[in-house]
Nanobody, 126 residues
Framework: QVQLVESGGGLVQAGDSLRLFCVAS????????MGWFRHAPGKEREFVAA????????KYTDSVKGRFTISRDNAKNTVYLQMNNLEPEDTAVYYC???????????????????WGQGTQVTVSS
C-alpha cells in the first residue's frame, strides 16, 4: 500500500495555470504507474492522465491534450500535473492514484489502480 497526498489546487480564472502535486510514501514509488483522475459535480469520476514507471509513456484524455502535462520525479516520490489554459469545465476534485503493475491500455480504468489520495479541489471561474 502507498499513501498519496495531493496539493496545489485552488481557485483560478479561465486561461490561468495550476500545478498539482502528489507525494507518495509507504511503497516503492518507481514501480507504480501513476494516474490523475477528476470528479466534477454531477458527473462520474473520469480519467485525466497517466504516466509509466520511468515516465517514458504517458496517456491523456482528449479534453486535456495539449493543455495538461503529467510528469514524475521518482527521487522525490512525486507526480505532477501541470495544467495550462484552464477552462471552467476543468473544475473538479483531482485525485492521484497508484497502480503497482505494468503499463497497459487499462491505465484509463479506475479499477486498475490500487491506492488513491484524498483529492485537491480545482475551481476555474469564467
Amino acid at each position: 500500500q502507498v499513501q498519496l497526498v495531493e496539493s496545489g489546487g485552488g481557485l483560478v480564472q479561465a486561461g490561468d495555470s495550476l500545478r498539482l502535486f502528489c507525494v507518495a510514501s509507504g511503497r516503492t514509488f518507481n514501480r507504480a504507474v501513476m494516474g490523475w483522475f477528476r470528479h466534477a459535480p454531477g458527473k462520474e469520476r473520469e480519467f485525466v492522465a497517466a504516466i509509466s514507471w520511468w515516465g517514458s509513456n504517458t496517456k491523456y484524455t482528449d479534453s486535456v491534450k495539449g493543455r495538461f502535462t503529467i510528469s514524475r520525479d521518482n527521487a522525490k516520490n512525486t507526480v505532477y500535473l501541470q495544467m495550462n489554459n484552464l477552462e471552467p469545465e476543468d473544475t473538479a476534485v483531482y485525485y492521484c492514484a497508484a497502480a503497482f503493475r505494468g503499463w497497459s491500455m487499462a491505465v484509463e480504468e479506475q479499477g486498475t489502480y490500487d491506492d488513491w489520495g484524498q483529492g485537491t479541489q480545482v475551481t476555474v471561474s469564467s
